[in-house]
């Protein structure tokens, strides 16, 4: 009887323990920004002790095989789930790229003179339900002088090339996106944002505007991979090829609107950096994917680079939050900074 009594305890303690633990582990992971397995050591450490405290020396052993046996588990699920995660391709939402998505011819006086902008009305939600409008507009001398300007670029083929050429991207276009810069200035006059709120206005206007791929070569018109075929059979006009090393400079992306994912961190960047923001651009050769990082006080995944945090934030869709990437990318360590703006 004494040695079932004891089993039972220990299945008691076990279950105990567990709910403890995961209980511990929820409130230190929304109170810090640290990783998952060094949270879950904390949790169930924490938790061990606690209960020590409570049941005697003599529960100790007990406790701590337990604990030991939850960290498995945990972890296990952990790597179970990630499997599973990983093996589900990531989608774009449901895409229809239709003519409220282009942008208008307009001519326009500006300081007295006659200028034609490329002009698109955005009507967007943050991700906290937050409506903002403006127009986002560049002017047609800027985009035909600007159009071809990266097939110019002569990069050397080197582990820093796709940062020199979005630095080149970034210093070449910002100068013409004044007006742009000017209607997230009236946006933030108007509605008294703080950096956070800011920034979270800039993204969210990026992310609202459709995926398009931007091809170094034709877009197919039929034998689609896997990934192509969800956008393209929806939306053929969601793609534009021939374009070199398969990225739009910022100003020719507000003039058409198509833009995947470098196009859009690369432009997030520009303004982000105008705005004195200590903002980075994280690509993945092993996704293939690029993301923004910023330097701000948040929660989540981030990349850490010279003892600052840089929480990463999904561009190429609406209602990713800062330092949540999607499940199918969401391994940090295939992620590396490539630009910082300070």
Known sequence: MSNLKKRNN????????????????????????????FALIVAIGGSVVFLNLILGKSYRKTL?????????????????????????????????????????????????????????????????????????????????????HI?????????????NLYNYIEQTDTPSLDLIMETFIEINEEKKLNRMEFAEMVVTCIQDIPYSYVLT???????????????LEKCPDCCIGNIKYGIQNPVSFMKNLKGDCDTRTVIIYSILKYFNYDVAIVNSNFYKHSVIGLNIPAKGDYKLLSGKKYYLWETTAKYFRIGELPPAFNNTSYWNIVLTSK
Do not use: H
Request: proline fraction near 1%.
């Open 217 to 231: 070569t034709n877009c197919p018109k039929e034998n689609y991979d896997d990934q192509m075929k969800v956008i």
């Open 10 to 37: 220990g299945c008691l303690w076990f279950f105990v323990l567990g709910l403890l633990s995961i209980f511990s582990f929820i409130i230190i992971k929304v109170a810090f920004s640290i990783s998952t397995n």
């Open 151 to 163: 097939s110019k670029y002569k990069g050397t083929n080197n582990n820093y090339f796709w940062g």
């Open 64 to 148: 701590i095989n337990s604990g030991i046996g939850i960290y498995i588990i945990l972890i296990g699920l952990k790597f179970i789930m990630g499997l599973l995660l990983n093996s589900i391709p990531y989608e774009e939402e449901e895409i229809t790229f239709n003519k409220e998505e282009e942008t208008t011819k307009t001519e326009v006086v500006i300081e007295n003179d006659t200028t034609i902008l490329y002009t698109s009305n955005r009507n967007w939600l943050d991700n906290y339900g937050n409506k903002y409008k403006g127009k986002l507009s560049v002017r047609a001398t800027d985009y035909e002088r600007l159009k071809n």
